[in-house]
């Protein structure tokens, strides 16, 4: 079987709309090879090129009829999956998650293991922050959410029932994960005492 006969029998099973990194790939054949076949299949309209290395299978829209564009944020994933990096929201909307905050983000930002920059689809960005190890423990759980959130409001901005109410969003499990991060001595004198069994 052809490189392209592998890639393209894998792409029928993908679901439409969902960007990849063709790196995805990289076990098909060369770089080349690869790459040479994605952009066949781009030609051809069974693929679209959503930003550089990121496609997806064409998705129109049930109600329209027209071209679905792709997700910025799940394009930003693919990359970042396609890269290894780790990718944590960022304390901003951790705070609107949670609650405590109603700012939204004028330009969508995430905390990333990788190299500070922004990814472009279209005339969307999204921006990626480079950010410490501690920042992003438990990324992409509830755990996660807690832990930036309570990095992004600091020391000064903890009062008693902020600490009570980002505690209470946690299972005790979930608690028990936090506090076995590693953290500033100010956040688990804080945390200490507040596992949801006692809020």
């Known amino acids: 079987m052809s490189v392209a006969e592998s890639i393209s029998n894998r792409i029928k099973h993908m679901p439409k709309g969902k960007p990849f990194a063709g790196a995805f790939f990289a076990q098909a054949?060369?770089?080349?090879?690869v790459y040479k076949a994605l952009s066949q299949m781009v030609r051809t309209g069974a693929l679209e090129r959503v930003t550089r290395?990121?496609?997806m299978r064409p998705k129109q829209s049930e109600y329209t009829g027209k071209k679905v564009r792709a997700n910025p944020i799940s394009v930003m994933e693919a990359v970042a999956r396609a890269r290894g990096e780790t990718i944590q929201i960022h304390g901003v909307e951790a705070t609107r998650r949670l609650g405590l905050s109603t700012q939204m983000q004028v330009l969508p930002?995430?905390?990333t293991s990788g190299s500070s920059r922004e990814?472009?689809?279209?005339?969307?960005?999204?921006?990626?922050?480079?950010?410490?190890?501690q920042r992003l423990q438990q990324a992409g759980t509830p755990v996660g959410v807690a832990?930036?959130?309570?990095l992004f409001l600091g020391k000064d901005g903890l009062t008693g029932p902020i600490v009570c109410h980002i505690?209470?969003?946690?299972?005790?499990?979930?608690?028990?994960?936090?506090?076995?991060?590693?953290i500033p001595k100010w956040?688990?004198?804080?945390l200490a005492g507040k596992n949801k069994k006692l809020t």
């Open 119 to 133: 990814i472009k689809i279209g005339n969307a960005v999204v921006r990626l922050r480079h950010a410490s190890q």
């Open 109 to 111: 930002t995430f905390y």
């Open 53 to 55: 290395g990121v496609y």
């Open 187 to 190: 956040m688990r004198s804080a």
């Open 29 to 33: 054949g060369s770089r080349a090879s």
């Open 167 to 182: 505690a209470s969003s946690l299972s005790t499990e979930e608690f028990n994960k936090l506090m076995a991060c590693k």
């Open 147 to 150: 832990l930036t959130a309570l």
